[in-house]
């Protein structure tokens, strides 16, 4: 195995990872410089931050393989929660209240979350891919922002509308958007700050890739 494989293979780990800690450590809502979020919002940023580096130095089609390949492990990862929170508890066994409240969530929310991390990034992929032959391989500085805000304002807005509009009758549009502005936000100033983050991935993960063709010039 080369050292770019290996890299490959770390970054999905991290990518992978990742998104199981967005959905199972992500159910805890904390407060953070007045904005209410949820923990997953530490997580997210490497999700886009992960697809940005593979799509600057191997291209679009790797990095969407990266999403695809994942959201089929979300889906499983979702079908056995729901099987194994459905499995009658051993009598001894006293823990499937706090199992069911840690680990369960309604339908719709797991939908949502689905849905919202699919669309968001595959658009996240698209957009980098596009950006990337418009600045002519240039500024990529621009691509991974601009590609990384939007994505995480389709990803909010898509999860919040799905998860909670017309929940009850609090939740209407004006109350959904409410919600989704001030994380949108917080996300937002994640994502400028992950910048340098991203050029020193591109640099470690290009390094490989140029030494490797050196080797076989």
């Known amino acids: 195995m080369t050292g770019k494989d290996k890299k490959m293979m770390f970054l999905f780990a991290l990518y992978i990872t990742s998104m199981v800690l967005v959905n199972t450590l992500g159910s805890k809502i904390t407060t953070i410089a007045g904005v209410r979020t949820s923990v997953g919002v530490f997580f997210i940023p490497i999700l886009f931050l992960v697809t940005d580096i593979i799509g600057e130095v191997h291209g679009r089609k790797v990095s969407a393989l990266f999403v695809n390949y994942s959201a ?24 499937q209240e706090s199992y069911e409240s840690i680990f369960g969530s309604s339908m719709r929310m797991t939908i949502a979350s689905l849905i919202s991390f699919y669309a968001a990034q595959q658009i996240d992929v698209l957009t980098f891919s596009v950006l990337k032959a418009l600045t002519k391989k240039k500024h990529l500085w621009i691509r991974n922002n601009v590609s990384t805000i939007l994505s995480q304002f389709i990803d909010t807005t898509v999860f919040m509308f799905l998860a909670f509009y017309r929940m009850s009758d609090r939740f209407t549009v ?37 030494e490797a063709a050196t080797v076989n010039a």
């Open 72 to 95: 089929i492990m979300l889906l499983f990862m979702f079908l056995m929660m729901a099987l194994s929170i459905q499995l009658p508890p051993n009598p001894t066994w006293t823990l």
């Open 174 to 210: 004006p109350v959904i958007f409410s919600m989704i502005i001030p994380y949108w936000l917080f996300k937002v100033v994640l994502a400028l700050l992950d910048t340098p983050l991203c050029y020193l991935g591109v640099y470690w993960l290009r390094k490989e890739k140029h």
